[in-house]
C-alpha cells in the first residue's frame, strides 16, 4: 500500500474553531471490561448525561460497528487488534470534530489500548475500566453468549478462552457489582466535570 501520493488536506475550518463553538473539550472515553460488564449500559447513561447538559457525544459501540465498518473481522487475535485499531482512527477524527467519544468494546488487551491511547494527544484519552466480576457477568448474560461459550458454541470468547487483560491504572474505576447504573454514569460525568472537559 503506498501512501507517498496521499496528502494531508488542511481542513479550512480548525480544530479549535470547533472545540469553542461546542464548548467542551474534546475526548475518547474508552470503556473497558468483559461482555456483559456494563459498558453500553453505562456508556449509554452517560450520553444521556452528556446531552442533558447540551455536550455533543457520539458512542461508538461493539457490536454496531461489527455490522458496518468492521464487518469483515472476526474474533481472532488478530482481528481483535485491527478491529480495535480502526476504532482507535474514527475516535480520532471524532475528536477532531470536537466531540466527546464514548467507545463500548471488550478491548481485551492493554497494548492495544496503549496503543490508541498514543494516537491521541496527552488528555484525549480516558480509559474507563467497567470492573465486573466474570461471575456476575456471566449470571446477567444479557446476550446469552456465556452459555453459548461454555457448550463450547462460541470460541475465544473473552474471560472463558480467551484473555482479558484488566487495565493496571485506569483512568476511571467503576465496579458495577455495587453499584447502580446511574451511580456509575455520574462517577464518569464528575470525573469529566472535575477535569475541566465540561468547559
Ligand atoms: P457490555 O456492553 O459490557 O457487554 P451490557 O451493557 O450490554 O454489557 O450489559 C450489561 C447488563 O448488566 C445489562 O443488562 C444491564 O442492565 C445489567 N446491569 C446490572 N447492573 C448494572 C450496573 N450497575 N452497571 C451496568 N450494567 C448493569
Request: glycine share 8%; with cysteine.
Amino acid at each position: 500500500m503506498s501512501e507517498v501520493n496521499v496528502v494531508w488536506h488542511e481542513h479550512t475550518v480548525s480544530h479549535q474553531e470547533r472545540v469553542a463553538l461546542k464548548q467542551q473539550q474534546p475526548v475518547v472515553l474508552w470503556f473497558t471490561g468483559l461482555s456483559g460488564s456494563g459498558k453500553s449500559t453505562i456508556a449509554n447513561a452517560v450520553e444521556r448525561l452528556l446531552l442533558d447538559k447540551g455536550k455533543h457525544s457520539y458512542l461508538l459501540d461493539g457490536d454496531n460497528v461489527r455490522h458496518g465498518l468492521n464487518k469483515d473481522l472476526g474474533f481472532s487475535d488478530t482481528d481483535r487488534v485491527e478491529n480495535i485499531r480502526r476504532i482507535g482512527e474514527v475516535a480520532k477524527l471524532f475528536v477532531d470534530s470536537g466531540s466527546i467519544v464514548l467507545t463500548a468494546f471488550i478491548s481485551p488487551f492493554r497494548a492495544d489500548r496503549s496503543q490508541v491511547r498514543n494516537l491521541l494527544a496527552e488528555g484525549q484519552f480516558i480509559e474507563v475500566f467497567i470492573d465486573t466480576s466474570l461471575e456476575t457477568c456471566e449470571s446477567r448474560d444479557p446476550k446469552g453468549l456465556y452459555k453459548k461459550a461454555r457448550a463450547g458454541e462460541i470460541k475465544h470468547f473473552t474471560g472463558i478462552d480467551s484473555d482479558y487483560e484488566a487495565p493496571m491504572a485506569p483512568d476511571i474505576h467503576v465496579k458495577t457489582d455495587a453499584m447502580t447504573v446511574e451511580q456509575c454514569a455520574i462517577k464518569v460525568l464528575e470525573y469529566l466535570d472535575v477535569k475541566g472537559y465540561l468547559r
